[in-house]
């Protein structure tokens, strides 16, 4: 933050002759209003246009901008320093081809430096130029230059860069920025723009087998279906054999069909519409490619995760995530480790805060098609989105896929759930009873299952306290352990009702995300949320156990309620006034709800 990034690209616009007249009267004016170089120009204001940027004088957000020279043609992703925004730098090296990592002279390499170097290393970006700003304040010191060099060398060889050109320059005065500077007569490289020109962008392996994941499908009538979307690597042309993944379809191509009409073959880059010969079920989302040498298929990874949700990422807890154009739901299984910016050391994590970088496993409830991100960006690279929010909270790059996805299959069984249901006399279901501790879940659940089995119901309790002396023993209480918990519960609830029994679940459950997932395993209609709604103050005023007690003393941490919040829900199927309605009242409403259905 503050090291002059904006500064460079300001100035570097400038210098070119790339602002019309009225840019520059405009930027005349701006740098007289929030400026910050007296009467000079303030170049940073070229690309810091949100008010809040020039008020507090950082970049927030990533700022887009073309230029072209007579050797080559740019776009600038002007990327913020600041720790809080680094999911916008992330972004913008998410497409770049090559990294200008700024470093004040005065300050060498900081923390922020090494993560984005992390970040850019993660990315796949191994071109960077090490621009060491603000020399004329450093007095054009040739030691200083050089020792930031030598830091900045050690950091990118742990890192993987193979290519780093470091130019000492000064943004605000222009030294080294298009030519030469007679102040720096020492350093004998190229010049900033002189080592962009010269610079040559990753090319696609031109013998790399062919992938295209399909962005659309274009049926504008009976007579035409085609498959749209950008080829990922390879090459291909009409004959050729391909295979749509996940599915393990195989067709050959009939055309490549364009806007300016039939292509005989195309290229990795190239937007097409591919039509096949045979009547493939094929959807967005799924990945054609070459049938000789197709991706693999799985549904578990290992995976490097940059987490940027303000929340903390806590391992069990479902996701949306996005790779290319489709989207699944994903957990993280485990967090290996996380990884310390400065060293590169693995540290032991639970969770990953904001900005924070960890290997993980990821699982998914459906396989897809991918191929590591170092080799191919495309198909290795995804987001993670929340399911409530819809916020992106993580962006992540998969590594390779996890061995036991590719062996674990269903195994068929004669005797289904209908038939065990069937043979009950009963629809299974579950009944999940949520709520504060002391609410009276446990003995609205009790007197709900003494009535059912009374009229002959086959049932079984699920009990917060009874489950945690045996399957869950060896979970806490922090958000993490909840979140696996619940988790836990739910399949085991799942396996009961395929089973044929009606389950009652009663647990706090306090995070709406995790009883959505629970929620999900089931079909529609199975699953009755039931929300027992008693007061904090009335849950605490029964504490027939001493806990809300304890926990305001402090003797118990993470307390529902107290130092950890309890997500009321939004849509039950039955909602409990336990003030106004006494247990055996209650319980009596709930068995209706059940015998109407």
Same mark, same amino acid.
Request: charged residues 25%; glycine residues 8%; aromatic residues 6%.
């Given at each position: 933050?503050?090291?002059?990034?904006?500064?460079?690209?300001?100035?570097?616009?400038?210098?070119?002759?790339?602002?019309?007249?009225?840019?520059?009267?405009?930027?005349?004016?701006?740098?007289?209003?929030?400026?910050?170089?007296?009467?000079?120009?303030?170049?940073?204001?070229?690309?810091?246009?949100?008010?809040?940027?020039?008020?507090?004088?950082?970049?927030?957000?990533?700022?887009?901008?073309?230029?072209?020279?007579?050797?080559?043609?740019?776009?600038?992703?002007?990327?913020?320093?600041?720790?809080?925004?680094?999911?916008?730098?992330?972004?913008?090296?998410?497409?770049?081809?090559?990294?200008?990592?700024?470093?004040?002279?005065?300050?060498?390499?900081?923390?922020?430096?090494?993560?984005?170097?992390?970040?850019?290393?993660?990315?796949?970006?191994?071109?960077?130029?090490?621009?060491?700003?603000?020399?004329?304040?450093?007095?054009?010191d040739q030691a200083t230059f050089e020792r930031i060099v030598a830091d900045y060398a050690a950091l990118a060889a742990s890192l993987g860069i193979t290519r780093v050109q470091a130019i000492p320059l000064s943004a605000l005065r222009g030294d080294n920025l298009l030519a030469p500077s007679p102040a720096m007569p020492w350093y004998t490289g190229p010049s900033l723009l002189e080592a962009l020109e010269a610079a040559e962008p990753?090319?696609?392996?031109?013998?790399?087998?062919?992938?295209?994941?399909?962005?659309?499908?274009?049926?504008?009538?009976?007579?035409?279906?085609?498959?749209?979307?950008?080829?990922?690597?390879?090459? *291909?042309?009409?004959?050729?054999?391909?295979?749509?993944?996940?599915?393990?379809?195989?067709?050959?191509?009939?055309?490549?069909?364009?806007?300016?009409?039939?292509?005989?073959?195309?290229?990795?880059?190239?937007?097409?519409?591919?039509?096949?010969?045979?009547?493939?079920?094929?959807?967005?989302?799924?990945?054609?490619?070459?049938?000789?040498?197709?991706?693999?298929?799985?549904?578990?990874?290992?995976?490097?995760?940059?987490?940027?949700?303000?929340?903390?990422?806590?391992?069990?807890?479902?996701?949306?995530?996005?790779?290319?154009?489709?989207?699944?739901?994903?957990?993280?299984?485990?967090?290996?480790?996380?990884?310390?910016?400065?060293?590169?050391?693995?540290?032991?994590?639970? @969770?990953?805060?904001?900005?924070? *970088?960890?290997?993980?496993?990821?699982?998914?409830?459906?396989?897809?098609?991918?191929?590591?991100?170092?080799?191919?960006?495309?198909?290795?690279?995804?987001?993670?989105?929340?399911?409530?929010?819809?916020?992106?909270?993580?962006?992540?790059?998969?590594?390779?896929?996890?061995?036991?996805?590719?062996?674990?299959?269903?195994? @068929?069984?004669?005797?289904?759930?209908?038939?065990?249901?069937?043979?009950?006399?009963?629809?299974?279901?579950?009944?999940?009873?949520?709520?504060?501790?002391?609410?009276?879940?446990?003995?609205?659940?009790?007197?709900?299952?003494?009535?059912?089995?009374?009229?002959?119901?086959?049932?079984?309790?699920?009990?917060?306290?009874?489950?945690?002396?045996?399957?869950?023993?060896?979970?806490?209480?922090?958000?993490?352990?909840?979140?696996?918990?619940?988790?836990?519960?739910?399949?085991?609830?799942?396996?009961?009702?395929?089973?044929?029994?009606?389950?009652?679940?009663?647990?706090?459950?306090?995070?709406?995300?995790?009883?959505?997932?629970?929620?999900?395993?089931?079909?529609?209609?199975?699953?009755?949320?039931?929300?027992?709604?008693?007061?904090?103050?009335?849950?605490?005023?029964?504490?027939?156990?001493?806990?809300?007690?304890?926990?305001?003393?402090?003797?118990?941490?993470?307390?529902?309620?107290?130092?950890?919040?309890?997500?009321?829900?939004?849509?039950?199927?039955?909602?409990?006034?336990?003030?106004?309605?006494?247990?055996?009242?209650?319980?009596?409403?709930?068995?209706?709800?059940?015998?109407?259905?």
């Amino acid at each position: 933050m503050d090291d002059g990034k904006s500064t460079l690209i300001g100035r570097l616009l400038h210098d070119t002759r790339l602002l019309l007249d009225d840019q520059l009267a405009a930027l005349a004016k701006d740098s007289r209003r929030h400026g910050t170089q007296g009467e000079d120009i303030d170049f940073a204001l070229l690309v810091d246009g949100l008010e809040a940027e020039r008020e507090q004088g950082i970049t927030i957000d990533v700022a887009y901008r073309f230029f072209s020279t007579d050797k080559r043609k740019f776009i600038v992703a002007d990327c913020p320093g600041h720790e809080q925004y680094t999911r916008n730098m992330a972004t913008g090296a998410s497409t770049a081809d090559l990294a200008v990592v700024l470093v004040d002279a005065r300050k060498g390499l900081l923390t922020q430096t090494r993560r984005h170097s992390y970040i850019v290393s993660l990315l796949g970006i191994r071109h960077v130029v090490l621009a060491v700003n603000k020399m004329d304040v450093a007095g054009y010191d040739q030691a200083t230059f050089e020792r930031i060099v030598a830091d900045y060398a050690a950091l990118a060889a742990s890192l993987g860069i193979t290519r780093v050109q470091a130019i000492p320059l000064s943004a605000l005065r222009g030294d080294n920025l298009l030519a030469p500077s007679p102040a720096m007569p020492w350093y004998t490289g190229p010049s900033l723009l002189e080592a962009l020109e010269a610079a040559e962008p990753a090319q696609d392996d031109p013998r790399a087998p062919m992938r295209l994941p399909v962005q659309w499908v274009n049926r504008p009538s009976q007579d035409f279906r085609g498959f749209a979307g950008t080829l990922a690597a390879g090459a *291909v042309s009409p004959g050729d054999e391909v295979v749509v993944l996940p599915s393990g379809r195989r067709s050959r191509v009939a055309r490549l069909v364009t806007a300016d009409g039939d292509l005989p073959r195309a290229v990795a880059g190239q937007a097409i519409t591919l039509v096949l010969e045979d009547e493939v079920d094929v959807s967005r989302g799924d990945v054609i490619a070459a049938a000789g040498d197709p991706p693999q298929v799985a549904d578990q990874f290992a995976a490097h995760l940059l987490w940027m949700g303000a929340q903390s990422l806590l391992p069990g807890r479902p996701y949306l995530l996005k790779i290319g154009a489709r989207t699944v739901t994903a957990q993280v299984t485990e967090i290996k480790h996380k990884v310390d910016v400065n060293t590169q050391a693995a540290l032991a994590a639970k @969770h990953l805060e904001l900005n924070e *970088v960890g290997v993980v496993n990821l699982s998914l409830d459906q396989a897809i098609a991918f191929e590591p991100y170092a080799a191919n960006r495309r198909l290795g690279g995804f987001i993670l989105i929340d399911r409530q929010s819809n916020a992106t909270v993580a962006a992540g790059t998969l590594d390779f896929a996890l061995r036991r996805a590719a062996n674990i299959h269903w195994q @068929h069984l004669d005797v289904d759930r209908t038939a065990r249901a069937r043979i009950k006399g009963q629809q299974p279901r579950v009944l999940w009873f949520t709520g504060l501790s002391g609410a009276g879940k446990s003995t609205i659940a009790n007197l709900v299952d003494k009535q059912l089995h009374a009229q002959g119901f086959h049932t079984f309790i699920l009990d917060g306290d009874n489950v945690r002396h045996g399957l869950n023993r060896d979970l806490g209480f922090t958000d993490e352990d909840r979140v696996e918990n619940i988790r836990r519960v739910a399949e085991v609830a799942k396996l009961m009702a395929d089973a044929g029994l009606i389950v009652l679940v009663s647990f706090i459950s306090p995070f709406r995300a995790e009883r959505r997932m629970a929620r999900e395993l089931f079909a529609p209609g199975e699953f009755l949320e039931v929300h027992v709604d008693t007061p904090l103050a009335e849950a605490e005023r029964r504490d027939a156990k001493g806990l809300y007690a304890k926990a305001r003393a402090g003797q118990i941490r993470n307390f529902t309620g107290i130092d950890s919040p309890y997500e009321a829900p939004e849509a039950a199927e039955l909602v409990l006034d336990t003030v106004s309605q006494t247990p055996e009242q209650l319980a009596a409403v709930v068995v209706a709800r059940v015998l109407e259905e």
